[in-house]
């Protein structure tokens, strides 16, 4: 079954304790994105991936990291989590920049 | 003004209505446009998919794109209770990846 595979569903945690959230597609997709959703704003572009080794910010990067070591994977991290990044976070791929997104079914963070 | 509009709803109908869901855009260069569902605690999921103006059709979903009006609309016809979700319009430009979505539109069918 194709699938965008995201772990943990969910997760307390305390300010500045690094967290990692791993994304995982089974689909061989080029393009990877990370999406947080928050009430009153919506969905808003964390970072996006074109292929491996190839990252880029969207339009709100501030206090993430991400990698894309291989093409499956496109792991979020936070090296010090603060109250302001506690949302709902969705990964999302697509076979190529042009085909529409498809996303897993989210984390939620909570940060202390 | 906010780059995509859309009224957050909730929007009530019975079954079997028709229901409308509509978003208005104020970036004349996107040419990508998307209807997504998201259900409580999953991700979105990706309904329609259309490319500049004119309509399309899937089963009881239909989307339609007027590019001069800057208005995207969503029906959906012979509306059933498991339609009720929250539904995002989504839309980007040519040549980018990053997707600018509306805020969504809850809409609840009631049996």
């Known amino acids: 079954e194709a699938q965008v595979t995201q772990n943990p569903r969910y997760l307390i945690t305390v300010t500045g304790k690094k967290l990692t959230v791993t994304c995982s597609q089974n689909m061989n997709h080029e393009y990877m994105s990370w999406y947080r959703q928050d009430p009153g704003l919506g969905l808003r572009q964390i970072y996006y991936s074109m292929n491996v080794e190839v990252t880029d910010k969207g339009d709100v990067p501030e206090g993430y990291k991400v990698s894309r070591k291989e093409k499956r994977n496109f792991p979020l991290i936070l090296e010090s989590p603060s109250p302001n990044q506690t949302s709902l976070y969705f990964c999302?791929?697509?076979?190529?920049?042009?085909?529409?997104?498809?996303f897993g079914d989210g984390t939620r963070l909570s940060i202390l | 003004q906010k780059e995509v509009e859309q009224d957050p709803g909730p929007l009530s109908v019975p079954e079997g209505a028709i229901v409308s869901l509509n978003c208005t855009y104020s970036n004349s260069a996107f040419q990508y446009f998307m209807w997504y569902r998201q259900y409580s605690r999953k991700g979105p999921e990706l309904l329609m998919y259309t490319y500049s103006s004119g309509n399309k059709e899937d089963g009881r979903f239909t989307a339609q794109v007027d590019k001069s009006s800057k208005y995207i609309s969503l029906f959906i016809r012979d509306s059933q209770p498991s339609d009720s979700a929250t539904y995002l319009c989504a839309m980007r430009r040519s040549g980018y990846s990053t997707l600018t979505f509306g805020k969504g539109t809850m809409l609840l069918v009631s049996p």
């Open positions: 999302a791929s697509s076979r190529d920049l042009g085909q529409p997104q498809h």
